[in-house]
């Protein structure tokens, strides 16, 4: 294995990594953002159905 292979395999691996934890941050944020939208709906309902009552 030559200098620039190795060189090579080193960019693959790097950027194979940091995309790698771009999506894991980015699922975790939509997976967050939908959770909060939907505790807040329940919330909104929550608060409609003791008014009305």
């Given at each position: 294995m030559?200098?620039?292979?190795?060189l090579g395999f080193l960019a693959?691996?790097?950027?194979?990594?940091?995309?790698?934890?771009?999506m894991m941050f980015l699922v975790s944020f939509v997976f967050y953002w939908v959770g909060g939208a939907t505790l807040e709906l329940i919330k909104e309902k929550r608060n409609k159905n003791n008014q009305q009552v």
């Open positions: 030559e200098f620039g292979q190795y693959f691996l790097t950027i194979l990594t940091i995309g790698f934890w771009l």
